[in-house]
C-alpha cells in the first residue's frame, strides 16, 4: 500500500511539474517576446524619426548638443520617448558631444559622419559598452557635416527577464512541492480506507471467518467497493450459514429412515422364519421407507441446487407453469385440478424452480386434502393490471374429478400500463386445514405439524416454496381458507430474481 501512496504522490507532483513548467515556458516567452519587440519598435521609430529630421532640416552637430538651456532642440526629442543615449560625430567620425557612456566610433561610423546624404544610416545590432550590451544606429546629417549616434540599452531589459526566470522556476519548484504535499495527503486519505479493507480480506483469509464487520465511510468508488465487499462477505456468510444447516438438519432427518432401513434389513436375515403376513408387511415396509428416502434425497438436492441459482432466467408465463403441473397432478393423484388464470402473469425467472414450487403445494394439497372431492385450484393472478384474458381449456385424468373445464382469462391489453408487476400463485383446497400454531412455521425445514407427521414426506416441500419465492423477489404465504381448507402459495417479483436485479 505505501507503493500506491509513492505512485500517488509521484503522479501528482509529475503533473503539476509538467503543468506549471508548461505554463511558465509559455508565459515567460510571451512576456520576453512581448518586451523584446516593444523596445526594438521605440528603437526603430525613435531612428527613424531622427532620420526624418535630418533629411528635412540641413542640421548642425551643434543643433544636438546636450547643453541647450531650454530642452527643445532635436536632442531632446530623440531622448524623451525613449531613455536613449546619444553621442554626436563632427566631420571625420570626431566626437563633438559625448554620450553616456562613450559609444565606440568605428570605420563604418566614420564614413557615415562624412557622407554626403542625409539620413543614411548603419545599424549596430549589439555592441559592448562598460560591460553591457547596446545597439546602436549612425545617422548621417549629410553634407559630411558629421552624424549622430543613438544606442539602446537592453542587457536591462535582458536583465529583468531573466529575474523572471529565475522567478518561474522558483515558482514551479514551490508548486511542485505543494503537489507533491497533496499528493502524499490525498494517497494517505485514500489509501486508509484501502488498508482497512485489505485489512478485513487478510483477516477473512486467516481466519476463515466470514462475519467481519467491514468499516466503510464516504460515496465515492471506495467506499463502494467497501460497501460491496461487505455485502459479499454477508451473502457468503449466510450461504455458509445456511450450508451447515442444511447438513445438520439433513443429518438428522435422514438417520430415521436409514435406522428403520438398518432394522428392516436385520430382519431380512430370519425371512424364512416370518410367518408370510410378516414377510408381507416387511417388504412393504422396505419399500416405503426407501420411497422415503428417495424422496428426501431428491428434495435436498433441489433445495441445495435451488440455493446455487444456476439455472439462467428467462421470461415466461406462470400460467403455462401452472397448467403444466396441474397436468402432471392429474395423472399422478386422479384430482380434479383447476386452474385461474387473471392479469399479466408474466415474470423473468427460473422455470424449473418455479414449477416445481408449484408442484410442491400442489402435491402437499392433494396429500392433506386425500380423500376430498372439491377440485384443487391454482390460482395465477397478474397484479400489474395488464387487462384479462377470457378463453377456455380442458384438463383430463382419471377419477371423479376427470375432464374438469379450465377457465383461462384472454383478450386484449389495458394500454398505458408500464413495468410488469408482481404474480401471485395459490394453491387452494378443502382439506382439514392448518392449525393457527403451524401457519408461521409450515415454510421451514423439515417442519412438520403434529397432525401429518404419519404421512409420508420429508418436510422440505413448502421450504423449497420458500426459497424459490425469495429468491425471485416475493414472498410465501398460507392462511385458512374460508369454508374450510387452507390457501398456499407465493408471489413473484415482475422484474425477476432478486439477485438478477
Known sequence: MSSLRATFTVSFAAVAAAVTVLVGFLSYDAAARLVRVDQQTVFAEVVQDLRDQVREHPLQPGDFASSDPDHDGPLDDIIRPSRTDVQVLGPGGAIVDRGNPQLPVGSHDRAIADDGTAGKMEEHKEVDVGGDRYRVATVALGGGRGAVQVAQQFSDTEDLLRELQQRTVLLVGAVVIAAGLFGWWLARRITRRLVRLAGAAEDVARTGRLGIQVPVTGYDEVARLGRSFDRMLGRLAQSEEDQRRLVQDAGHELRTPLTSLRTNISMLRRIDELPPAAREELVADLAL???????????????????????????????????????????????DITVRVSGDTEVDGRPTALQRAISNLVENAAKFDRDGRAPIEIAVTGMGGRGVRLGTGTGSGSGSGAGRGVAFDSGGDVPGVGRPGPVRVEVLDRGPGIADGDLVRIFDRFYRAADARSLPGSGLGLSIVREVATGHGGTPFAFRRDGGGTVIGFTVDGDGPANEG
Open 289 to 335: 421407507e426407501s420411497r422415503e428416502l428417495t424422496d428426501l434425497v431428491n428434495e435436498l438436492v433441489a433445495l441445495a441446487a435451488g440455493q446455487s441459482d444456476t439455472e439462467p432466467v428467462r421470461r415466461l408465463d406462470l400460467a403455462d407453469l401452472a397448467e403444466d403441473v396441474a397436468i402432471v397432478a392429474r395423472r399422478r393423484t386422479g384430482r
